[in-house]
């Protein structure tokens, strides 16, 4: 009788949400999925998990599946967010200036919709708002949060998540932050202030919207084109030449909207011999190529490879779909493999290293390698090691260049506080054309900084869940009964940075150090429903000779460590 009672208050719950809601598409779901839900357990199931809570607004925003319902990303969901956001920065402003929000999008389902739903809430509280004029790619967004000294910028992407998922990250800038955070992804505790300013029963039709009254900023061809002013603002991060015709270079989009922009971003600087991925090359929601659009995932440069080999390629670069990360491949003893993100960080930080002016720092996550501080070091440069997320490495005073392993790098923080896979893919284009024209490549001078620094080989393991339950069961295992050994060595070290450090503010992770030097860390997902596992190991070498054989003996240690982790992980 009583679980008759909750569905009945479910169903009535489900009617009302869709009577206000105003998407037809997704009243029209919710109206069938409530009809079917009334004979049907597993309709009477999917209607329940949609109204089990809220999304939860955090550093990352949100990112969830598209549907309806509080526990979806549609309108009723970013009305309410936008006017949460609205009543942070009315506080903000306290009436002594209008604040100025910037708003971009990406070529996902609804993407444009919500933008335009932001930019209605935003000028309908009396703030000036800034709307890019097409989708385009996160590192444009961000930069323009600086360009026009804007409090905030909202960027709707949910970056390189399935195609059913759409999501919203905030940056704070202008005079709604210091120096430091200015252009940045917002941390704690601004995202629980705005979160608590989010009403999550306000009728959307009590949300103030206005018709019109937002700028779109100018659109290519146009005067002021804005993604031609990125464009140029980041152009100085490599030396211009006229012709750098001897490198080849292949280019995927993965269906995302960083196609146009990274392959004038390379023409730009003068890389003539560009090859566009053909069938990756254009936006598509639907992402069809690939079974997940990051390109971290397996297969998904197999289309980039195969290009790379047929034109004699000798770089592959890959954005992931909102273009703030930045993959690369190469062609390493005949055979093309796709370079670890910790590889293309060690190689810009060593580019960047003897390049920066006095005083700037190196900086990566605590999950990425440990070699940017041996370089760092040696360069005589100051190097921070942060929180993961870019929110947190973009933070880091006097950055001069800061990267985490998955892909992303921020070569040119004084215009883009974030990672930013367009001007990463030029630099690193860059440093291959340079190493070409002097008989080198980019392996070798992998095996370089292995001789000068140590050979350091990482890995990944991640465990995907449907019932999120179990990650936190999984730490809590981790806390109280950690691996005693792992990869022939004993662990010497346990830390559990949910405490914090001295260095470092608390966070849901784990770190564990072995007498041979190894290191895992193991934290849950920001942004997807895993919890993740990042190993390394260091092999100390004399000269470059004993690089390939040390290579090889931290190679068999990672894995072997991978493997007594995956069982330990997996053990009932």
Not at 494 to 510: F, H, I, K, N, Y
Request: charged share 25%.
């Amino acid at each position: 009788m009583e679980n008759e009672s909750a569905q009945h208050q479910l169903l009535e719950t489900a009617t009302a949400w869709a009577s206000a809601d105003p998407d037809d598409a997704t009243r029209a779901e919710l109206q069938e999925l409530v009809s079917r839900a009334r004979s049907d357990a597993a309709a009477m199931e999917d209607l329940a998990d949609r109204f089990s809570g809220v999304l939860e607004f955090g550093t990352a925003g949100l990112r969830a599946e598209l549907g309806a319902g509080p526990m979806r990303m549609n309108r009723v969901v970013v009305l309410r967010t936008a006017a949460g956001i609205a009543r942070f920065l009315g506080q903000q402003a306290d009436s002594a200036y209008t604040p100025k929000v910037v708003i971009g999008f990406d070529a996902r389902y609804n993407s444009d919709v919500f933008a335009r739903d932001s930019a209605a809430v935003f000028t309908a509280a009396g703030f000036e708002v800034l709307l890019m004029p097409a989708p385009l790619p996160t590192p444009v967004l961000a930069w323009a949060v600086r360009r026009f000294s804007a409090e905030a910028g909202i960027m709707v992407t949910a970056s390189h998540n399935p195609p059913r998922d759409n999501g919203y990250k905030v940056y704070i800038g202008g005079r709604a932050s210091d120096d430091a955070g200015r252009g940045a992804q917002i941390v704690s505790p601004v995202d629980a202030r705005i979160a608590a300013l989010i009403d999550h029963g306000q009728p959307v039709s009590q949300i103030p919207q206005a018709d019109s009254g937002w700028q779109i900023l100018p659109d290519a061809g146009t005067e002021g084109d804005i993604e031609a002013e990125y464009l140029a603002a980041i152009g100085p991060v490599v030396e211009p030449q006229p012709d750098r015709g001897q490198l080849r270079v292949v280019v995927s989009a993965m269906h995302g909207v960083g196609g146009h922009t990274m392959r004038q971003a390379l023409l730009n600087a003068g890389f003539g011999d560009v090859h566009m991925v053909a069938a990756q090359e254009h936006p598509d929601p639907e992402f069809p190529t690939v079974k997940f659009p990051n390109p971290e995932e397996p297969g998904a440069i197999d289309l980039s490879l195969a290009l790379a080999r047929e034109v004699g390629a000798d770089l592959v670069i890959a954005n992931d779909p909102d273009a703030d990360r930045c993959a690369a491949a190469v062609e390493d003893q005949g055979a093309w493999r796709m370079l670890r993100g910790d590889e293309v960080g060690w190689l810009l930080g060593d580019h960047l290293a003897t390049r920066l002016p006095e005083g700037r720092k190196l900086g990566n996550s605590i999950v990425s390698s440990r070699m940017l501080a041996a370089i760092a070091k040696d360069a005589g440069r100051e190097h921070e090691e942060t929180l993961t997320g870019f929110k947190w490495i973009s933070r880091v005073e006097n950055l001069g260049f800061g990267y985490e392993e998955a892909l992303g790098y921020c070569v040119a923080p004084d215009l883009v506080r974030d990672k930013d896979g367009i001007s990463a893919g030029v630099m690193l284009a860059d440093l291959a054309s340079q190493l070409k024209a002097a008989g080198s490549s980019i392996p070798q001078r992998l095996d370089e900084l292995a001789a000068r620094h140590g050979v350091h080989v990482t890995d990944q393991l991640s465990l995907r869940f449907t019932d999120l339950a179990q990650i936190p069961v999984l730490m809590d295992k981790i806390r109280t009964n950690p691996p005693e050994h792992l990869g022939g060595s004993a662990v010497s070290e346990v830390t559990d940075l949910s405490q914090g450090s001295e260095r470092l503010p608390a966070t849901d992770a784990m770190v564990l150090h072995t007498f041979s030097g190894a290191r895992v860390i193991i934290r849950p997902s920001g942004t997807e429903p895993k919890l993740k596992c990042y190993l390394e190991t260091i092999e100390p070498v004399d000269d470059i000779a004993q690089v390939a054989q040390a290579r090889l003996d931290a190679t068999t240690q990672v894995l072997a460590i991978k493997e007594q982790l995956a069982a330990y992980l997996n053990a009932n």
